[in-house]
């Protein structure tokens, strides 16, 4: 059974980081893609960003390209969201998402979620 858990949420200010995990576990495939999404009250869902996992090629959405950065653990087996510069518009529930196959910023062709972690930025 597989398991995304999601933690490092929290309240911050504008301009500071915040770095969020995700721990998977009971997904061996090395053909699978990590992502994060985010999804604030009253609008979709939005692809954040996206790792391969073993090629390690990323794909970044357009409102977080160059103050967001995604790693990975093998060890671990864990994912790593490092935002930086974060702003008040980056306010919003962030959920891990995993899927077999090649990155996509699709969230329905992602079938493992975690439970989400909130962040919120204040002004």
């Known amino acids: 059974q597989v398991q995304l858990v999601e933690s490092g949420g929290g309240l911050v200010q504008a301009g500071a980081s915040l770095r969020l995990s995700c721990a998977a576990s009971g997904m061996p495939f090395s053909s699978r893609v990590m992502g994060w999404f985010r999804q604030a009250p009253g609008k979709e869902r939005e692809f954040v960003i996206a790792?391969?996992?073993?090629?390690?090629?990323?794909s970044y959405g357009s409102s977080v390209k160059g103050r967001f950065t995604i790693s990975r653990d093998y060890a671990k087996d864990t994912v790593y969201l490092q935002m930086n510069e974060l702003k008040p518009e980056d306010t919003a529930v962030y959920y891990c998402a995993a899927r077999i196959g090649s990155v996509s910023e699709n969230p329905w062709d992602y079938r493992y979620w975690g439970q989400g972690t909130q962040v919120t930025v204040s002004s």
């Open positions: 790792i391969s996992w073993s090629a390690g090629s990323t």
